[in-house]
Nanobody
């Protein structure tokens, strides 16, 4: 059974930091691209960042460049999102996403349950 479990969300003041974790199991994490996607209140999903299986290729949405850092530890089957200099506009539910995982039925994405990040004074 594939599981993606996010943690590390919470309430933080503007300018603060949080580190999100995504613990993965049930699939070949070490050969899977991982991404973080967020959904702000009343808005659609917004892709935030992704990281290739060997960490050689990393991308960010423009609004988080210089503030967020994605990483992964394949030995621990865990992906991370370090978020610094947080802004109120970063308030959202953050989802971990395993991209194009091979299954007997084909290729599919898997999603975690999400973790709430609230940036407010």
């Amino acid at each position: 059974e594939v599981q993606l479990v996010e943690s590390g969300g919470g309430l933080v003041q503007p300018g603060g930091s949080l580190r999100l974790s995504c613990a993965a199991s049930g699939f070949a994490f070490g050969i899977t691209t991982m991404s973080w996607v967020r959904q702000a209140p009343g808005k659609g999903l917004e892709w935030v960042s992704n990281i290739k299986d060997d960490s050689t290729y990393i991308n960010y949405v423009d609004s988080v460049i210089g503030r967020f850092t994605i990483s992964r530890d394949n030995a621990k089957n865990t992906a991370y999102l370090q978020m610094n200099s947080l802004k109120t506009g970063d308030t959202a539910v953050y989802f971990c996403n395993a991209v194009r995982v091979a299954t007997p039925e084909g290729v599919t994405d898997y999603w975690g349950q999400g973790t709430q990040v609230t940036v407010s004074s």
